[in-house]
């Protein structure tokens, strides 16, 4: 109560109330909490935060002065006054520093016009901020659950690439683990997570005069990538092709995102390795023509791969193997039969995969069209006799093995009036 009187007396008699009291153990008392006593600070804006407190006077009615001073003279220059923070006694001035300052001062008073008085050291810098850049980006998609590649460059004009701290954040998620290991050129390259929805994701950069830059992009993820969809519809699942005939491939490859021409389709052979990687068309058709394959078996394969990097493939087996070979005994080419003669068939029939009961023989006429289909006997061997009309006929001679392997031959024969 007396110190409310003393002043309200001053205050009626004209006197300033925050005259200079030297009984400390009255004054109020106070701390700088940033910056610390000799910290190197940058040259521009500033936050000055302290604290402030009295056993008398709540933290609101106590108040503070922020001063800069100068090596050059004593005095000071006031940079912010006011009241303390009701509650916390927290005090903050932003000011403008250059390196001509040396000193802060905080000092404190309250309403008996007691006071105290903080002062530090600082060391003031011009520095200069790092420099953040963000790459940009060359996927056409972003999905959840999936890496999300991010590229950017750094540096430090005034300082070291090792001394940056740097960190990715999502205004969404909070902070990310992502690359933070610059190459000597300040390229940092690496992967981020991130849940499907709109992002502004940073990447911020700290130096060691505490100067932070921060570059933004944003960026929308999209829903869990599904791989493609894959058929494969030539060659069908275990043909059998002879050795040295071409083979053409045909599949079907299409993505709920990505467009076809997009996608990046690949044929392979388990046995003969890559074969072509052509562009699917607008509709989604990936044909390669006229592929020779080296004898045996095959597991052909298709792939295709969307632009976030799901990979979905199909795959048929082939057989490439000889065909059989055929040796007519007769007819011969150019024969001359006397109707009503047969014609008479002698051919013997060898393969080196399909057995003997497996092997056939057939015969046609360019005039009158199949003439015959017959087995051989266990050596390959099959003799017969077959009518012909009169006429010059051109005959095809077909050995079929069990896998449907071909070799043909053709005898021109006429038959004639007797």
């Known amino acids: 109560m007396l110190r409310r009187l003393s002043l309200l007396v001053a205050l009626l008699s004209g006197c300033s109330p925050w005259t200079d009291v030297s009984r400390p153990e009255d004054?109020?008392?106070?701390?700088?909490?940033?910056?610390?006593?000799?910290?190197?600070?940058?040259?521009?804006r500033i936050e000055l935060l302290g604290r402030v407190n009295d056993t008398e006077d709540p933290p609101e009615n106590l108040f503070v002065v922020w001063s800069f001073g100068t090596a050059a003279d004593n005095g000071w220059t006031d940079a912010?006054?006011?009241?303390?923070?009701?509650?916390?006694?927290?005090?903050?001035?932003?000011?403008?520093?250059?390196?001509?300052?040396?000193?802060i001062?905080?000092?404190?008073?309250?309403?008996?016009?007691?006071?105290?008085?903080?002062?530090?050291?600082?060391?003031?810098?011009?520095?200069?901020?790092?420099?953040?850049?963000l790459l940009p980006r060359t996927d056409a998609h972003v999905y959840a659950e999936t890496p999300v590649t991010v590229e950017a460059v750094v540096g430090d004009e005034d300082g070291t690439l090792e001394a940056l701290t740097l960190s990715w954040s999502s205004d969404v998620t909070g902070p990310l683990d992502g690359p933070t290991v610059p190459d000597p050129e300040g390229r940092l390259r690496g992967t981020v997570l991130l849940p499907e929805g709109s992002h502004t994701l940073t990447l911020s950069a700290r130096?060691?005069?505490?100067?932070?830059?921060?570059?933004s992009v944003a960026l929308h993820v999209g829903p869990p990538n599904l791989a493609p969809t894959v058929r494969i519809d030539a060659p069908t699942q275990d043909v059998v092709v002879a050795t040295g005939a071409p083979l053409d491939l045909l599949g079907v490859v299409l993505d709920s995102v990505t467009a076809p021409e997009a996608l990046v389709a690949t044929w392979s052979s388990d046995r003969d390795g890559p074969l072509g990687t052509p562009t699917p068309d607008a509709l989604g058709a990936v044909a390669l023509t006229?592929?020779?394959?080296?004898?045996?078996?095959?597991?052909?394969?298709?792939?295709?791969?969307?632009?976030?990097?799901?990979?979905?493939?199909?795959?048929?087996?082939v057989r490439v193997d000889d065909p059989p070979t055929l040796v007519l005994g007769g007819p011969?080419?150019?024969?001359?039969?006397?109707?009503?003669?047969?014609?008479r068939v002698d051919a013997t029939l060898t393969d080196s995969v399909s057995p003997s009961t497996e092997l056939?023989?057939?015969?046609?006429?360019?005039?009158?069209?199949?003439?015959?289909?017959?087995?051989?006997?266990?050596?390959?061997?099959?003799?017969?006799?077959?009518?012909?009309?009169?006429?010059?006929?051109?005959?095809?001679?077909q050995a079929v093995d069990g896998y449907g392997l071909v070799t043909g031959l053709t005898r021109a024969v006429s038959v004639v009036a007797p």
Do not use: Y
């Open 207 to 215: 130096d060691a005069d505490n100067l932070l830059t921060r570059a």
């Open 290 to 317: 006229g592929v020779h394959l080296s004898k045996g078996d095959h597991t052909l394969t298709l792939s295709a791969t969307d632009d976030g990097g799901v990979t979905r493939d199909a795959s048929v087996a």
């Open 27 to 44: 004054a109020p008392t106070g701390s700088v909490l940033s910056p610390s006593d000799g910290a190197i600070v940058p040259a521009g």
């Open 105 to 133: 001062r905080m000092l404190v008073k309250d309403v008996a016009g007691f006071q105290r008085v903080v002062t530090q050291d600082v060391l003031v810098r011009d520095v200069i901020a790092p420099t953040v850049t």
């Open 332 to 343: 011969s080419e150019g024969d001359v039969l006397v109707w009503p003669a047969p014609l």
């Open 80 to 103: 912010c006054q006011g009241f303390a923070s009701k509650g916390t006694g927290e005090t903050l001035c932003v000011g403008e520093v250059d390196p001509t300052v040396t000193r």
């Open 360 to 397: 056939r023989l057939r015969v046609t006429s360019d005039l009158l069209g199949e003439l015959m289909d017959v087995g051989v006997d266990s050596a390959g061997h099959v003799v017969a006799e077959v009518p012909l009309s009169l006429g010059t006929h051109l005959l095809t001679f």
